[in-house]
């Protein structure tokens, strides 16, 4: 067999991929079978199987970026993948607990897909409350006695072996008497009745044990540790497994883009939204699963990704083939088998089937539970107390690099001291200002140009340490104009004004002068002229204008029609102030009567620069929003548990705790696609897809996640005193700065179903 540890795997799977290319693709289900079942065997004998897995148990044992990159590439060829997808839940267990003999007899066939294993866990009156299963193994000698019944049991029609887990302690509801067995589905008295889902199909069945004789060998780990084994990974090998699932995802939703420009319906504006919801609902899921990824490289715990992935990727599912099925027309009249239904039936019967992602392997609402209580240490519904929580509510799920971290809780120390509700409140209804002190903070930590290149005054950082800085201060409500500050200066960078840009570095505020409307910023209309060296016109709802030391200004060539760029100094304009809705910004009406201004760029230079700066801008506003959901994460969750109602605390009311959960899913998912979205090259085809659709998150997230807060809070979250509003506003202000999520999605949409077209 070839070492399966030597580095020419790369090019042998390549040469594997591009022979199974070449073959002809299998018509019917069960062809398609039979060819996953031989596929495996010769991945196998060419000593390219199970990239995760110790080399000693029959795997490549690569690294985890290597698995990535394997999986990435099968999928990308379309090869099947193995055919019994549960034997990669119980080979992680026998290869940390189980013995020499165990590995060695059950490992080898199962990666060959020479035996197929189905899962005994769910029982009907334990679902997901699987604690409470009472399937009965007794001791008798070199065996243990099985009897009682397991549900739902996926593919117990074809498996050899199932995995089980069964009470050996007292009856009852408990973990500590419960044991892992393994146990042949060929033995006497196993019976297997399969039971027809709402799809048509068998894949589920019931599976009855009277009195069945397991021997003693067949026991995973020791007696009454079931519990805790069942809930054994291989950390590396499950969540690159998990990345092969998006990865096919991905393929899925192009193939429901396609769908929609076949079936007619790429320029209906309703069906654009639900198509860029299932683009960003992908997105989540890589990014989420980027970030674990990342610290499960530098060590360190991923945290509580997985909890969120789990359910994000059930209703996921849910929403994707919901939309294939409308996005069949008149064709969902049919049944899958119907000679004329789309696709052969496709979508209606991946359809039917994806009611069971939320129900399967524990249904949404104990996936919330999960969240609510294991990741935010909300108290339990059931009155068992609070355990601890995985991660302070508002800060990331995963662990950040070390220099994002220590950012972070820098920032945090040195601007929390110095904001506070009453100061925030005291600034309604007065003159434009900002916070000086908070400011002068900010740039001793080096912003607004953290980023921007050090030969400038920069600090040369990613534009990813960027955010998060911007994050932590709109976390704390800081009332300066950071952002706009931060857009000003990415402007003066495109079309190198330097030394403006040295001034802005420096430490003084700025602001962009460009009218906006529901699709963000406007080039093409209602700017001020240019002419002899002057600006005349007026622009509204500029923000950070009252405060700004300079200004950036888009104008039009009076004589040539050409779009300028232009510094001016605030001396040499009138300024209004306006009244925000965001308490803690500014925001004014800049009239130009002739004014003087240092033209820095005209002409196509202007247009190329807007385009990058834009992206800059719409993740500077981005991160802005997610600091404010996370900072409303964490006062609700604070609030649901201190705060009591009919004697129990409210956060173990499930109205609430899940509440809580959609909130922690919502601002955790904007925060990774916030930030994966910096990572990208500025030039890159698909960052304009990736900003437009990380943006229209951030912003969704803040206000649905802010407006949660308020609910959460009660009657005392909509009192003037409570900062839960001063959130809430900015939220909105956010919303209609940068484009309206639903322009920026429809955006998004257009762009893939140009791109698939």
């Not at 609070?386 to 799920?397: F, K, N, T």
């Amino acid at each position: 067999m070839p070492d399966t540890q030597s580095s020419d795997w790369r090019e042998r799977l390549t040469a594997k991929l591009d022979d199974y290319r070449q073959r002809p693709r299998p018509s019917t289900s069960r062809e398609r079978f039979a060819a996953a079942v031989a596929w495996q065997s010769e991945l196998v004998d060419a000593g390219l199987a199970a990239p995760g897995w110790p080399a000693a148990v029959g795997g490549m044992e690569l690294e985890l970026e290597d698995q990535l990159d394997y999986y990435r590439e099968v999928t990308a060829a379309g090869a099947p993948k193995h055919p019994c997808t549960l034997s990669f839940i119980v080979a992680p267990t026998l290869i940390v607990h189980g013995t020499a003999e165990q590995k060695a007899r059950y490992l080898p066939p199962l990666l060959r897909a020479d035996e197929f294993w189905c899962q005994g866990f769910s029982e009907p009156g334990a679902g997901s409350d699987l604690a409470s299963l009472s399937t009965r193994a007794v001791r008798d000698g070199d065996v243990y006695r099985v009897t009682g019944q397991k549900i739902w049991t996926t593919m117990a029609d074809k498996a050899d072996w199932i995995f089980a887990l069964v009470r050996t302690g007292p009856p009852g509801r408990g973990t500590a008497g419960i044991t892992y067995l393994l146990i042949s589905m060929k033995s006497a008295g196993v019976e297997v009745r399969p039971l027809r889902e709402a799809a048509g199909g068998h894949h589920f069945a019931e599976v009855f044990f009277d009195d069945v004789e397991v021997p003693v060998s067949n026991r995973v780990g020791e007696e009454g540790e079931g519990w805790s084994i069942m809930r054994t990974s291989l950390g590396h090998e499950r969540a690159t497994a998990f990345l092969a699932d998006e990865f096919r995802y991905r393929g899925t939703v192009d193939k429901v883009f396609s769908l929609a420009i076949e079936q007619g319906y790429a320029q209906d504006s309703l069906v654009r939204q639900e198509l860029a919801a299932i683009e960003t609902g992908v997105r989540t899921i890589a990014t989420n699963s980027a970030r674990a990824l990342d610290a499960v490289l530098r060590k360190e715990d991923p945290g509580a990704v997985a909890s969120i992935n789990r359910l994000v990727k059930s209703e996921f599912e849910q929403r994707l083939h919901r939309l294939a099925l409308r996005l069949s027309g008149t064709g969902a009249v049919l049944g899958n088998r119907s000679d004329g239904a789309v696709e052969k039936g496709r979508w209606s019967y991946g359809y039917l089937m994806s009611r069971a992602t939320t129900i399967g392997a524990g249904t949404s609402e104990i996936q919330r539970n999960t969240i609510a209580e294991s990741v935010l240490g909300l108290p339990s519904h059931r009155g068992e107390g609070r355990r601890a929580r995985a991660v302070v509510p508002g800060r990331p799920l995963a662990a950040p690099e070390e220099d994002e971290a220590a950012l972070r809780q820098v920032l945090r120390a040195a601007i929390g001291a110095r904001v506070d509700t009453p100061s925030l409140l005291a600034r309604a209804g007065q003159p434009a200002a900002m916070n000086t002190e908070v400011w002068q903070e900010l740039v001793q930590f080096g912003l607004p140009g953290l980023a921007a290149p050090e030969a400038l005054g920069g600090g040369g950082a990613s534009a990813r340490l960027l955010l998060a800085a911007i994050e932590e201060a709109a976390y704390l409500l800081s009332p300066v104009p950071l952002v706009p500050t931060v857009i000003a200066l990415e402007v003066l960078l495109a079309v190198h004004a330097d030394n403006t840009a040295r001034r802005v570095i420096g430490g003084i505020p700025a602001a962009f002068v460009i009218p906006i409307d529901d699709g963000g910023w406007v080039t093409d209309a209602g700017m001020p002229t240019w002419k002899d060296g002057s600006l005349t016109g007026s622009v509204s709802r500029v923000a950070g204008a009252p405060v700004a030391e300079v200004l950036v200004v888009l104008a039009v060539d009076a004589d040539t029609g050409e779009r300028i760029l232009t510094t001016v100094e605030p001396a040499d304009v009138e300024r209004s102030g306006q009244e925000s809705i965001d308490i803690t910004a500014t925001v004014g009406t800049v009239t130009f009567t002739g004014s003087p201004g240092d033209n820095i760029a005209r002409g196509p230079e202007v247009d190329t620069a807007l385009r990058r700066a834009r992206l800059r801008a719409q993740a500077a506003v981005a991160a802005d929003s997610v600091g404010i959901a996370n900072r409303a994460l964490a006062m609700a969750v604070d609030w649901a548990g201190q705060r009591e109602q009919f004697g129990r605390l409210i956060g173990s009311f499930q109205a609430v705790s899940h509440r809580c959960a959609d909130m922690l899913v919502d601002a955790e998912g904007a925060r990774n696609q916030v930030l994966s979205s910096a990572d990208l090259p500025i030039d890159d085809s698909d960052t304009a897809i990736a900003s437009d659709l990380a943006a229209a998150s951030a912003s969704l997230a803040a206000v649905a996640v802010t407006e949660a807060c308020i609910q959460v809070h009660g009657g005392i979250g909509f009192t003037w005193e409570h900062p839960a509003h001063l959130l809430l506003r900015r939220a909105t202000a956010n919303q209609a700065w940068m484009g309206r999520p639903e322009v920026l999605r429809d955006r998004a949409a257009g762009a893939v179903l140009d791109r698939l077209s």
